[in-house]
């Protein structure tokens, strides 16, 4: 079942059937709380025709609906914990279906191993490589509390609890993606230009960003 007319067609509950393929190339961005996901998928939408979804902010545009989901992800979100994957990654799915374009950049996904099978197992894909921002505790605390946003939860009670499902529940994400030889990471606690010059090297065709060629192409996707 087709939901919408695109260029991106991606699976939808139950749509096992017709043998149509579709090329989507997907970067997941990974790191802490204030890494500087946002920041530098800002650069690298511009600079390597991606389509940035940033799914706090997907998530956050939901909670002005005034919808029951709405309220529940305030609710999880003011808290610094994680949104139901299954939520999480419908609103995701939509957003990517109204959009022509055949290369995303998924900020903040995955946060837990919940949100990568959620993802596998409604979209039958998998990340072509997985972007990892690190960078040191102190460093993103002190980001995130001059960041200025209005963000309900860049307080400082939110932000720690924010950093312990990183460490708990968003690291072991890593694993699995190291163990895929998908890891792709940058030293993050630098300037904004310097951690974009790194990223450059990863994203540039030709350049060591240890994409073997034959891999570096698009998956094609049986719907
Ligand atoms: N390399 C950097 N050096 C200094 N400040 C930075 C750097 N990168 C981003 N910032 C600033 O830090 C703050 C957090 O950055 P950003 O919003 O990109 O982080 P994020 O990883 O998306 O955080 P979150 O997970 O909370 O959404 C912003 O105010 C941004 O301008
Ligand atoms: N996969 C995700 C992504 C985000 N959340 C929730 O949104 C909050 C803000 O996310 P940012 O990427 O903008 O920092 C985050 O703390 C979670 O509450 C989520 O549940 N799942
Ligand atoms: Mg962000």
Same mark, same amino acid.
């Given at each position: 079942?087709? &939901?919408?007319?695109?260029?991106?067609?991606? +699976?939808?509950?139950?749509?096992?059937?017709?043998?149509?393929?579709?090329?989507?190339?997907?970067?997941? &961005?990974?790191?802490?709380?204030?890494?500087?996901?946002? !920041?530098?998928?800002?650069?690298?939408?511009?600079?390597?025709? %991606?389509? +940035?979804?940033? /799914?706090?902010?997907?998530?956050?545009?939901? !909670?002005?609906?005034?919808? #029951?989901?709405?309220?529940?992800?305030?609710?999880?979100?003011?808290?610094?914990?994680?949104?139901?994957?299954?939520?999480?990654?419908?609103?995701?799915?939509?957003? *990517?279906?109204?959009?022509?374009?055949?290369?995303?950049?998924?900020?903040?996904?995955?946060?837990? =191993? #919940?949100?990568?099978?959620?993802? #596998?197992?409604?979209?039958? *894909? =998998?990340?072509?490589?997985?972007? %990892?921002?690190?960078?040191?505790?102190?460093?993103?605390?002190?980001?995130?509390?001059?960041?200025?946003?209005?963000? #309900?939860?860049?307080?400082?009670? !939110? $932000?720690?609890?924010?950093?312990?499902?990183?460490?708990?529940?968003?690291?072991?994400?890593?694993? %699995? %993606?190291?163990?895929?030889?998908?890891?792709?990471?940058?030293?993050?606690?630098?300037?904004?230009? =310097? /951690?974009?010059?790194?990223?450059?090297?990863?994203?540039?065709?030709?350049?060591?960003?240890? /994409?073997?060629?034959?891999? +570096?192409?698009?998956?094609?996707? $049986?719907?």
């Amino acid at each position: 079942m087709q &939901v919408r007319q695109s260029k991106m067609d991606l +699976h939808k509950e139950g749509d096992t059937g017709s043998a149509k393929q579709k090329k989507v190339k997907i970067v997941f &961005v990974i790191g802490g709380p204030g890494s500087g996901k946002g !920041t530098q998928c800002k650069r690298i939408a511009q600079q390597f025709g %991606y389509t +940035h979804l940033s /799914v706090g902010e997907i998530l956050r545009q939901e !909670t002005s609906s005034g919808s #029951e989901t709405g309220s529940m992800i305030q609710k999880i979100m003011k808290e610094g914990k994680l949104v139901p994957s299954d939520v999480t990654v419908r609103l995701l799915q939509q957003a *990517m279906q109204g959009i022509d374009n055949d290369k995303f950049l998924i900020d903040g996904f995955p946060r837990d =191993e #919940e949100n990568v099978k959620v993802f #596998e197992d409604l979209t039958k *894909m =998998e990340p072509e490589f997985v972007l %990892y921002l690190d960078c040191p505790q102190d460093e993103m605390e002190k980001r995130l509390l001059s960041r200025n946003e209005g963000r #309900e939860d860049d307080n400082i009670e !939110t $932000i720690r609890k924010r950093f312990k499902v990183f460490v708990e529940s968003t690291l072991p994400t890593i694993e %699995y %993606y190291e163990s895929k030889g998908k890891i792709r990471k940058v030293d993050a606690g630098k300037s904004i230009d =310097e /951690v974009f010059e790194s990223i450059k090297v990863i994203f540039s065709p030709g350049k060591d960003n240890k /994409v073997p060629p034959s891999k +570096h192409k698009c998956k094609c996707l $049986i719907l």
